[in-house]
């Protein structure tokens, strides 16, 4: 076929101007592909052109056949997507955008489950359903010229458009172009057997011919003596669905072949229940066969009469009776509403949206085909996401869902150890959703618990409940665990340990705070819901607020966890003078002695604790750095370096322009202790655009 001949074709349904653009696109392809060949040797524009042929066929509109003309562009030459829509204009930039990324997905595993994702996958993707009638054209194509492959590769590619491009045709109805799929595909992968099974089929053909010329004069002279119309169409069969009927149905050779199957195609459907009646008049019915897809079609659209008759000999006979539309709806599926298109209506995409959408709830209605509502509404409606594991499995996830949700997908572990990500091999926040198509890999740390944070943006119900399952558990742990050292530094002045109490005393307080056991006594102390002081008044007799902490500070080792935290007031670092305030429900949190919110609470020896830096203080401890600056260019990289060479990390930085010539810089940097955070002070100071640093706001 030459770029003349399809526009010769296209002049039945496309008018000058449009079959002008689809030439357009064709010169334009041939140009940018210029010095490619195919595999067989052949200039590569060979292959656009019949796919854009494959289109034509089903009578697709330019601006399907103008993608088609362009559909390897982007991917094979230097061409990007802003650069076609420059030419060809937005609408035809996104079909072969959408194509282009498609063909970037490949297909690994070859489970059932995973094909169906795939095929989700992929129709997710495609924000418009003809960016899959092209990428499904682009396919049949290659498999047409598969030939120039090696065997190999055949095969692979065989599997692929037989698990993944002919379900997709079929979900849309395009019958012809998915047998033809699979008839190809079959030929790729098993290319002896399918080649015994035509010679087979040869040597029973002439015997095949007689009894359907008979059959088929039969049916033809009870429709002409009823007066009914109808065309007569002898069905045969491919090669490929006689070897799936064997190996699926368990069927012989010989049983397959003796089914002889018909089409009748009249006017309306009035005309297709006469013709029905007059068969069942002609051969007796087995009437358990019967299938009325009229009254309720195929979850894909397919509308027909099937029916199975005996004809003489006992022979069975497959009838399908269907209206000249639907026979093209059979054929074309979803490609129909290109082909009837109303002369006004332009936006024929949506026509094939509004197509599925009422056929879903024309499913509904018939309470039929569940699992097609459900698939459709996941292909033309995505609110799924569909990612690969680094393994090339592919999970299926809620719009939104972000690496985290991913993680937990894949294993609570994986979710609760999760410290970062990777999203097409590159780091990414862990809070950044998802899209269809990428690759998402975990980074995990032994240590690494979940973060309070990623409640506010993970969407699954799993991730969210491991998220707080596990922090509540840690809570717990810790509460005790605080509680428990919290009693025992208070009861040190008289004395008692802890597991000297007696069942007695330890039942009293149970009692006495209305809780099951005495491990909720010590999470309620940890968490600051019960005063330690109050305890000790109630197991020693003594009047509690005449108490007062004299027992030697809490030692504080920076390993607490989330029952000890640090005040963002004042941000306390190791070798920092430091007061405790029990805050109810959060634990301790540790502020310098000097801080201003401690000097509220100074008197009250219910909120303040003493504590001490533990001699092994272990960790990072942020501290916040006011530095005046000069302004100028490059400023805070300096400063930046200055910290790093420091050894301290930073977790924040903010700038204020006082005036033209200095800015204030607001900086949390991670230190050791007192000692380190000095040590990076001299370094800033040391910078020449410094002018002061001090800490604190
Ligand atoms: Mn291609």
Redesign the pocket.
Known sequence: MSIDTLCEQLTDYLDIDQIREVRRAYFYSEQAHTGQSRRSGEPYII?PLA?AGVLANMRMDHQSLMAAML??VIEDTGVTRDGLAAQFGDPVADLVDGVSKLTHIHFESAAEQQAENFQKMAMAMAKDIRVIMVKLA?RLH?MRTIGALKPEKRRRIGRETLDIYAPIANRLGMYELRSEMQELSYRALHPMRLGRLEQAVAKVAGNRKRVVEEIEAAISGRLEQLGLKGRVIGREKQANSIYRKMKNQHKSFAEIMDVYGFRVVTDTVDDCYRVLGAMHGLYKPRISRFKDYIAIPKANGYQSLHTTLVGMHGIPIEIQIRTEEMEQMAAVGIAAHWLYKDQQDGATPDRATRWVRDLMEMQQTAGDSLEFIESAKVDLFPDEVYVFTPKGSILELPKGATAVDFAYAVHTDVGNRCVACRIDRTLAPLSRPLNSGETVEILTAPNARPNSDWLSFVTTGKARAAIRHTLKQREQSESIKLGERILTRALLPYDIELDQLTTEQTQDLIEHHKVDTFEQVLAQIGLGDIPALSVVGRLTGEDETGSSDSSKPLAIAGSEGVMVTYGRCCMPVPGDAIVGLISRGKGIVVHQERCRTVAEHLNNPERTMAVAWDQDVQGEFEASLKIEVENQAGVIAQIAAAVADAGASIEGISREERDAQISVLQMIAGVKDRIHLARVMRRVRAQKPVLRISRGQ
């Open positions: 292959h796919v559909h390897d682009d290659n």
